[in-house]
């Protein structure tokens, strides 16, 4: 059992950045692919970024690209989520989730949420314009 832990979420001014990380539990974090999700009040839950388990690949919606980075550092098991040019929209519950299998090699294999394993328990991000 993988547990994983986000942090680093808050109110911001549009405009403004965020980092958000989770921490994992496991060793095994490096043979795992890592995403985010988010899940705004009223809507159903949302990819937003994946990142396969070398960190050689990343992917992104439409919604978020160029304004979002995920990273990971598999040396201190987490994933980071760098949001800047934050909108009111982005406002959300963002969820880090983890693949056991590691990833795929196209976007499609990881915005299922049905792709991951295990799922952190979320931390709000607010977005005031």
């Known amino acids: 059992q993988v547990q994983l832990v986000e942090s680093g979420g808050g109110s911001v001014q549009a405009g403004g ?5 989770c921490a994992a539990s496991k060793r095994t974090f490096s043979n795992y692919a890592m995403a ?22 990343t992917y992104y919606p439409d919604s978020v690209k160029g304004r979002f980075t995920i990273s990971r550092d598999n040396a201190k098991n987490t994933v980071y989520l ?38 952190g328990q979320g931390t709000q991000v607010t977005v005031s314009s």
């Open 17 to 21: 950045s965020l980092r958000l990380s």
């Open 36 to 57: 985010w999700f988010r899940q705004a009040p009223g809507k159903e839950r949302e990819f937003v970024a994946a990142i396969n388990w070398s960190g050689g690949s």
């Open 82 to 119: 760098q949001m800047d040019s934050l909108k009111p929209e982005d406002t959300a519950v963002y969820y880090c989730a983890a693949d056991r299998r590691g990833g795929g090699d196209t976007y499609s294999d990881y915005v299922g949420e049905s792709e991951y394993d295990y799922w």
